[in-house]
């Protein structure tokens, strides 16, 4: 027997089962109270996110803490308002005169520190006259600028736009995340449809809505609170949303489908709840474990926007599975054999549903070898684009055409260079103090700096009040985003000081080094994370084959992912359909956070099928049949559940960043592969061709197997009795045929 089925885990899970089917009100009642007092935190006092990415350890992590430490409110945000004259210079006299008023109504809305007018001299406005751009500073940090702060410096600069001057935010105002409420409603609409056409009536079907949206309020509540303790991005939240409601309404399906079974079956509806809890809910601890052990891996990596993604998106996956094994049972046992009320007229729910799987798996087990070698073939194709992956950096460029970001950056990049939307800072730490910004020795590296290839503009040099520090502002020649700033950065870094030690910083050079230790740290991650994950399934089946062939199977869901980001973002394959206008970079921290996730969902099936060969193999010990029962048992509910989660993923890439596309993407082909290919054809391929080797133990083997009914022995591929489900006629019909 394997863990999962008689386990610690299944003792435990049944001795949960049965406190929830006594006490099942106390659970309701604790989670509304839970999810009221979540929600209301995240009204009353917000989602704080950080964009600006730290990297302790790198160059340009210790260039911005010596300047945060020797610089007077250097940590605090500085945002722009752009501005576009829509007739003649920005510097003509009435022109002028309404952006003054703009910037005076400007400077009295709160958290405004002060506010630079755009002008000639600070070559803050462009040469034809036409753009520029004033800078408002402001007495919080990045992470606390608001969508309503900066509504607000917007809504307040209505002087200069009444006079025909175009007004845009640029920088820290203009970074707020948009909403996914478009994403969550797309992909809750799809999950209804498909939970009501599986269940076949409304109250079965809302169940697990039910359980995912709590899931939502919860996790992703609980992660928005965790914005005021420690730095998160906005795509923390986005991330956990597309996680939560996949995982959320997946888990909640599987013990839905296995109460509703055994209630077909005559158990009472206590034992039916109770029941449902020790076996399915088994599975979805190791399934959600998996995932979470996945997530933790990342910390491998010794990156804190991977590290916070991480440990984010697990706890959400933490919720799904308090929610799956504790909530919906206790509405379960609340609604008793209810749970079929509200029929859907016209839709006649099927008991099995496994006729379509049973033949599959048949024609597969018959020629395993054929379908072993064509869906390895198909994989590779699939995963081929992976070799042309580069890792590179976004910038506010790559976001859809007409969003504020966008157009702010347009227009920057329009007037003054493409290199000013990624500024960088020069910072020398110097043995001994120098003597104010003329000293020689700062003039010596600022001009070594100004004659570095690369570089458009260095301005004066800024000392610090003890003469310690001094830094130089550089703007490349090239974007944010063009590999050719990552060389520039190279090149800076090689400027020789004498009496100091030199460092670049801003936010390409710390998302150049972020790139470059990603790259460093993938193969540890990748290999902590497979081997623990195969350790995960080796405790639950206790079968070593079995955990090596999943990880296995899991690499090549994951590389067809992989293959897929490139074709579209990079190579621009139908990248229209996605909302851009042309290929992207793919951001550094994408794949290894996919490789994460998705090793971690792509698992879930792979535990929900695994469970039901191996009852089938306990019964019956013959392989070849055990592979087929599974298969057929358990194919319609993970296709529903796999379903689910592929357009909630897909919803995703309605969402306007590119990296929340990528994320979506990426997870909808690779639980589409997985649910597919791989386990429609893959793995009852590979099954059949390792045969008995499947459940050999290094402790305790196999060689044989009694049949519980006629008591003689199988060999592989020879079923020795009857199996005690019964199969469809096509896979009977293979049975005989083969003996």
């Known amino acids: 027997m394997n863990t999962v089925e008689t386990g610690a885990v299944h003792r435990m899970m049944a001795a949960l089962g049965g406190l929830v089917v006594r006490r099942p009100w106390w659970v309701i009642g604790g989670w509304l109270l839970l999810t009221v007092t979540v929600a209301g935190l995240v009204v009353g006092v917000g989602r704080p996110t950080e964009e600006d990415v730290s990297l302790p350890g790198s160059d340009g992590q210790i260039g911005r803490d010596l300047l945060d430490t020797h610089f007077t409110g250097s940590g605090d945000a500085t945002g722009q308002l752009i501005f576009e004259a829509g007739d003649g210079r920005l510097d003509d006299p009435a022109t002028a005169a309404a952006i003054t008023a ?27 006259g036409r753009i520029g751009y004033a800078s408002v500073r402001l007495d919080v940090g990045p992470r606390s600028v608001t969508r309503q702060l900066s509504d607000d410096i917007v809504a307040a600069a209505a002087p200069a736009r009444d006079a025909g001057v175009a007004t845009v935010p640029g920088g820290p105002l203009a970074r707020q995340g948009p909403s996914t409420h478009a994403s969550e409603l797309l992909g809750l609409g ?13 109250v079965a079907a809302a169940l697990p809505l039910v ?29 956990a949303t597309m996680i939560g409601l996949g995982v959320g309404i997946d888990y909640a399906l599987f013990l839905v489908t296995r109460y509703r079974t055994l209630l077909d079956e005559g158990v009472p509806v206590r034992a039916a709840v109770a029941a449902s809890v020790a ?22 990596a010794q990156v804190p926007i991977l590290t916070a993604l991480g440990w984010t998106a697990g706890l959400v996956v933490l919720v799904a599975v308090a929610a799956a094994t504790t909530l919906l049972p206790a509405l379960l046992t609340v609604l008793g054999h209810r749970i079929g009320a509200l029929r859907v007229p016209g839709l006649r729910r099927r008991a099995g549903g496994g006729a379509f799987w049973g033949r599959l798996a048949d024609r597969v087990t018959r020629r395993p070898g054929w379908y072993a070698l064509g ?12 070799t042309a992956l ?30 000013v939307n990624g500024m960088l800072s020069v910072v020398v730490d110097w043995d001994t103090p120098v003597d104010g910004a003329n000293d020689p020795r700062l003039l010596a590296v600022r001009q070594q700096v100004a004659a570095t290839d690369g570089v458009a503009v260095a301005g ?63 193969p540890w991650v990748i290999g902590t994370v497979v081997v623990v994950s195969a350790l995960l399934l080796l405790i639950a089946f206790r079968a070593p084959v079995l955990a090596v062939k999943a990880a296995v199977m899991n690499l090549l869901s994951v590389g067809a992912a992989y293959g897929a980001l490139v074709a579209v973002f990079v190579w621009g394959w139908g990248i229209a359909a996605t909302g851009l206008d042309g290929p992207v970079p793919v951001e550094a921290y994408v794949p290894m956070m996919l490789f994460a996730l998705l090793f971690g969902l792509s698992m879930d099936y792979e535990v929900f099928l695994l469970t039901a ?19 057929a048992a358990t194919g319609r509910v993970i296709t529903s559940a796999a379903l689910i989660m592929v357009c909630v993923f897909a919803s995703f890439v309605v969402n306007p960043s590119p990296v929340v596309k990528m994320f979506g993407l990426g997870m909808a082909v690779a639980i589409t592969v997985d649910a597919t290919i791989i386990r429609g054809l893959l793995v009852p391929a590979t099954m059949a061709l390792l045969g008995r080797a499947n459940w050999w133990r290094p402790t305790r083997g196999r060689g044989t197997h009694q049949s519980p009914r006629t008591g003689t022995q199988s060999d592989d591929g020879l079923p020795a009795g009857e199996p005690n489900q019964p199969l469809s006629a096509g896979m009977e019909a293979a049975v005989h045929r083969r003996r």
């Open 613 to 631: 060969v191996g009852e089938s193999w306990q019964r019956t010990g013959d392989n070849l049949l055990s592979v087929r029962t599974g298969l």
């Open 190 to 202: 799809v999950a209804v449809i498909v939970l009501v056409l599986v269940f076949g009536g409304l």
């Open 211 to 239: 359980s995912g949206v709590l899931t939502l309020i919860v996790g992703v509540g609980a992660v928005g609170l965790a914005g005021h303790l420690t730095d998160l991005p906005g795509v923390a939240s986005t991330l």
């Open 390 to 419: 580069q890792l590179g950096q976004l910038d506010a460029g790559d976001d859809p055409p007409g969003s504020a970001s966008r157009v702010g950056h347009d227009l920057m990049a329009e007037g003054f260079g493409p290199g």
């Open 279 to 300: 076996s399915s809910g088994s599975a979805v601890v190791f399934a959600g474990g998996t995932v979470i052990v996945a997530l933790c891996g990342l910390a491998v």
């Open 375 to 386: 869906t390895a073939l198909l994989l590779a194709l699939l995963a081929a684009p992976t």
């Open 102 to 128: 703009a910037l005076t109504e400007v400077s009295e809305v709160a958290h405004v520190v002060s506010v630079t007018p755009p002008s000639v001299e600070a070559g803050t406005i462009s040469a034809d």
């Open 460 to 522: 004066p040099p800024a000392v610090s009040d003890d003469g310690r520090v001094a830094t130089v502002r550089v703007q490349p020649t090239t974007a944010p985003s063009d590999p050719a700033t990552v060389d520039t950065i190279g090149a800076l870094r090689a400027v020789a000081v004498d009496g100091g030690r030199l460092h670049v910083t801003g936010a390409p050079a710390i998302r150049a080094d972020l790139g470059e230790r990603v790259g460093d740290r993938m």
